[in-house]
């Protein structure tokens, strides 16, 4: 995703005022350590979160103890995709699916819910056979090769800055 930003003629303070507040929003919600994301140990289909997790979300300090997160949506054989991890205040971590691509660069990252932080994501390109089943095929399966890369986020990472 490009990043974008409105170009239109402001014509009151109001509008100065919700794109002062979209940048707040986005800069107050940030990860203060990595999650250190690998493949599971107790079901290869999903991913760990290795290390317990700090965060800053709405103000308030929010711990989330190592966790085993399940993926979910298929991406095609020779196709591209991502599954962003992110957090939000009680703690409860999701992984959303982003729109493949056949290249790595036309991957669309989903939209990360305001009041969430971005734990990190995990690359799936399947070369294998068949393609690659969330929350069912292993990340590490021989014969679908999902070649998983699991990449743990800088701190500030926040994907809905790119579109103020």
Do not use: H, R, W
């Not at 979209?22 to 800069?27: E, H, I, K, S, V």
């Not at 760990?48 to 300090?61: C, R």
């Not at 971005?118 to 679908?144: E, H, K, Q, S």
Request: aromatic share 6%; charged share 10%; hydrophobic share 45%.
């Amino acid at each position: 995703m490009g990043k974008t930003i409105s170009n239109g003629v402001y014509t009151s303070s109001q509008d100065i005022l919700n794109a002062l507040e979209q940048l707040q929003t986005n800069a107050c919600d940030m990860l203060l350590n990595t999650g250190g994301l690998a493949i599971g140990s107790s079901s290869k289909a999903a991913v760990k979160i290795a290390n317990t997790v700090y965060a800053m979300i709405d103000g308030a300090l929010v711990k989330k103890t190592t966790a085993e997160v399940a993926l979910s949506g298929t991406v095609t054989n020779a196709k591209f995709n991502v599954y962003v991890l992110s957090m939000d205040a009680s703690g409860t971590v999701t992984a959303s699916m982003g729109t493949e691509g056949a290249t790595i660069g036309a991957v669309v990252f989903p939209t990360v819910p305001d009041d969430e932080v971005v734990l990190g994501f995990v690359i799936v390109n399947p070369t294998g056979t068949g393609n690659f089943v969330g929350g069912t095929t292993a990340l590490d399966d021989a014969t679908v090769a999902p070649n998983a890369v699991y990449v743990n986020t800088p701190y500030p990472f926040n994907l809905n800055a790119l579109s103020l």
